[in-house]
């Protein structure tokens, strides 16, 4: 009886961190997007849209800004893998998003990621729901 009751108390342990992960599936506005490269002046744009990520691994955007004057749209459904504290979004090469990401913070309600393109230039992203 003793280790039934020690099997319960420690599923429900378990199934509360578990419905306290800081999982990624959701829908999380961008609230910052930067683009820096060493010796450069950086863009930092705000509050660009959002971003899906289905638990199939599947997703969505709604990003639209401008930058110089053009004006840009990323409205493509893309699919996504995490692995540790590694986040890939594929599908449309064309899209900025579509890169391996490493997540710096990931709290319930924000995340902050960070990407290069493997020379000067770093992406980071500000997420939050």
Request: hydrophobic share 35%; proline share 2%; glycine share 8%.
């Amino acid at each position: 009886m003793k280790k039934a009751v020690n099997f319960t108390a420690m599923m429900l342990i378990l199934i509360a961190l578990a419905s306290c992960s800081k999982g990624i599936t959701g829908t999380w506005k961008i609230v910052n997007y930067e683009e820096r490269t060493t010796g450069e002046s950086s863009v930092s744009l705000t509050n660009i849209g959002t971003i899906t990520f289905n638990k199939d691994g599947s997703g969505a955007k709604d990003i639209s800004y401008s930058i110089m004057g053009i004006p840009i749209e990323d409205k493509l459904p893309f699919t996504w893998k995490q692995e540790g504290n590694a986040v890939t979004i594929t599908g449309d090469e064309e899209s900025e998003f579509a890169k391996a990401w490493i997540v710096l913070e990931a709290k319930r309600k924000s995340q902050i990621w960070k990407s290069t393109d493997g020379t000067d230039e770093i992406h980071r992203l500000t997420l939050t729901k």
